[in-house]
Structure formats: structure tokens, C-alpha cells
């Protein structure tokens, strides 16, 4: 089952294009990142990810591009819920 976190990683690292700079914004080191992403990619079969040598970067594969059409939506629904939910329970 994808775990939401590496949902989240994935999400950072395609927004900055770079684990590095993903790792600075997610408060995590690199190493974590790579994992996160490593985890995912063993989850859904496939990479997710090739790097650009030449920049520094990476792009999104044809299997990132498809699932990316879905994390961040995914990641709105799971705080739409916590919300509904803190909301439900605060009024108790």
C-alpha cells in the first residue's frame, strides 16, 4: 500500500525538481528522500524519476507524470478529512 508520506516527498520532488532541495523543504535529509522515493517506486513497479546529468535535476517519467496526476490530490483529500474531522471533534 503507497504510504501517504512518500506521497508527500514524491509531491516536493516533483514541485523542486532535485532531492536535495526537496529534503531542505520537507526538513529531512536526502538520504530520506531517495528512500521515501525508492519505497514508492517498489510499491507502484516502476520508476518514477530520471535523473538530468547536465542540470542537476530530475523529470518525471511517464509512470511519475501518471501518478503525479493523482498525489496531490490525494494528499487535499487526507487533510479535507483531518479537517472534517477536528472540526466534529472540537464541537464535543
Known sequence: MIELQHLETFCVVTDTNNFTRAAARLGC???????HIRALERELGAPLFVRDRSSKT???TEVGRR???Y????????????TAV???????
Do not use: F, P
Open 58 to 60: 530530475v523529470v518525471l
Open 29 to 35: 535529509s536526502q538520504s530520506t528522500v531517495t528512500m
Open 71 to 82: 498525489a496531490g490530490r490525494v494528499l487535499a483529500l487526507v487533510k479535507e478529512a483531518e
Open 67 to 69: 501518478i503525479s496526476r
Open 86 to 92: 477536528r472540526g466534529v471533534a472540537s464541537r464535543k
